[in-house]
Each structure stands twice: as C-alpha cells, then as structure tokens.
C-alpha cells in the first residue's frame, strides 16, 4: 500500500481551506442581510468560528441529522430567508436525497446545499465518506444549479453568486487548499467568465480535457508538455454541470479532434452520463472517458493512490495523449 506524501501537501499550506472562502464570503453578506441562515450539520471550520461569534442567530447547528437539516432550511427559506445547508458530501447527498427531493426540488425552493469533499475527497475515510456518484444523483433531480469550486477564486465568485440569486443550488466544495487555477488579478473578467458554465483554462485545437473541480489541479500539473505545443491541448474546467450550458459547450467542442472527461466519479452517474444526455451528437464518437469503476473502494493510501488504482491515472492518461 503507498501512502500519501505529506511533504507534497505542505506546498498548498499558504493557499486559504476553500470552505473558509466560502464561510467567509457567506458571513459578509450575513452583514449586509440579517436574514441569511447558514445550517451546519455537525461541521466545523475556522472560518466558521468568526462567524458564529459574530452573528450566532444565523448559524443553526442540526447535529448529525441532515435530513432535518434540509428541511429546517426548506422552511426557513419558504419564509423568504436565503438557506445555505452545510455538511459531508456524502450525507447531504445520498443520505437526505428524499427531504432533497420533495423539500427542495419538487417546489425548487432557492436553497444553497454545500457538499464538502466531493468524490473521493475523504480518501481513506472508506465508502461511507466517498461521494462518488453524487452528480448523478443530484442531476435527476429537478431545478437544482449544481456548481462545484476548483480554487479559491472559483469558490470566492460562486458563492457569490449563489448568495446573489435565488437559485436552488448543489455547491461541490473540496474540503483541501489549493493553489489557484484562476491566478488573473482581473476578478471581473471571471466574473464575467463565470456566467457561463465552463471556463477554457487553456485554448487548443487538437484535444480538449474536461474535468473538473480537484481533478483540474492534477491535469495542469501534469500537462507542461502538451501545452509546450502550440494550441494541441484545450482543458475546460466544467464548473456548472446542471443546467449543462449545451449551445456553448457544442460550440467550443466542435474545434477539437479528441475529446477527453476525466471524472471522480462513478461512470454511469458522472460527467460522462451527464454530457451524453446533452451535447450534440456529432461530438459523441470524439470523446473517451476516464471515471470510477462501478463498486464500492475499500482501500487506503490516499486520494492520488485510490484514482490510479481505479482507472483514473492522470499521468498515464496525458501521457496517451
């Protein structure tokens, strides 16, 4: 069994826990609106501390009950409050799916359910803590806006976004720090970008990878040759996976020869499923997909060790490019 590499984490300690991005950006607009209500199912943060000491009122602790969790926040956000439902991605997926179906879905009340450590972000944890079908699961179910932050930046402008709509909302947060993918000190110009659905990191002609969320981090830092070749490689960050932006994906896709997913989850409920629903059917013989095999992992040795031993090796894959 290989274990994870501590030293190659300590290189992301300078770069801000995204879920803190997120509590914090939640907690200024508390400031402006007192009538904004973050639930909390047994989760903690250190951003979350600042916020709790200075509005207690607008920080419900549900215990280990998600299922309550979201309905509480169905209720509260029926009355005209803006609800964000905080807890493992796992839990506030599969294990409250019917309160998220009949809840929130069946009368698209405009709350915000955050999912942190979304795939096989709690490696080690074992099945229980892995939320790999997650997309799935969400995306048949009606009206939800399903996001999910690569970096800092991303989750900065989503929750932004969220917080200034009145949209139902499924908000895929890592619960790692990452450095950032979007480093342009133009912050309007993504909030610009980020309107659409997906952003095209990097613009190619050849072959195009989609991906997202951690993932978008492990295909950089392994794409430094393909991208020495001038307009070969395209990666798009799919950011918005429900409602799928169709007519401008369609429109980006058609310049590529090769069209490559690589997804943290599990085939039959990824980006795979989701895109061949979708996406013109013309681009459908371009694509090979890369995804969790179908089963339950029960394995240790870390995120990185657990993709590579089921499918997704994202060296070996760029190297096949």
Do not use: W
């Amino acid at each position: 069994m290989k274990r994870r590499k501590i030293s190659a984490l300590k290189k992301f300690s300078k770069f801000e826990f995204m879920r803190d991005i997120m509590v914090k950006e939640i907690g200024l607009g508390i400031k402006n609106n007192k009538d904004i209500f973050f639930l909390n199912a047994d989760m903690g943060a250190p951003a979350l501390d600042e916020v709790i000491n200075k509005y207690p009122k607008n920080v419900i602790h549900c215990g280990i009950s998600e299922q309550n969790m979201i309905t509480v926040g169905s209720g509260l956000a029926l009355r005209g409050s803006k609800v964000f439902c905080y807890g493992m991605a796992p839990f506030v997926t599969a294990r409250c799916y019917e309160q998220l179906k009949i809840s929130l879905s069946a009368m698209n009340v405009p709350v915000c359910v955050v999912g942190i450590g979304p795939g096989l972000g709690y490696a080690d944890a074992g099945p229980t803590h892995y939320a790999t079908e997650d997309l799935g699961i969400i995306a048949a179910l009606p009206n939800f806006n399903i996001l999910t932050a690569a970096d800092d930046i991303s989750c900065r402008i989503l929750t932004k976004k969220i917080l200034n709509s009145k949209m139902l909302s499924y908000f895929r947060i890592d619960r790692d720090a990452f450095p950032s993918v979007y480093n342009r000190k133009n912050l309007k110009y993504f909030d610009k970008s980020f309107k659409k659905g997906f952003n095209e990191i990097i613009r190619g002609n050849h072959t195009c990878i989609i991906t997202s969320g951690y993932l978008v981090h492990k295909v950089i830092d392994y794409s430094d040759n393909l991208k020495k070749k001038k307009n070969y490689l395209g990666i798009i960050d799919l950011y918005q996976h429900s409602p799928l932006n169709t007519k401008g994906l369609n429109q980006v896709l058609k310049r590529y020869k090769k069209i490559i997913i690589i997804d943290e989850q599990v085939e039959k409920l990824g980006t795979k499923s989701i895109l061949f629903n979708e996406i013109n059917p013309s681009l459908l013989s371009k694509i090979k997909s890369y995804s969790l095999p179908n089963k339950f992992i029960f394995e240790n040795g870390g995120r990185d060790y657990l993709l590579e031993k089921n499918g997704v090796n994202i060296k070996e894959i760029i190297k096949s490019i």
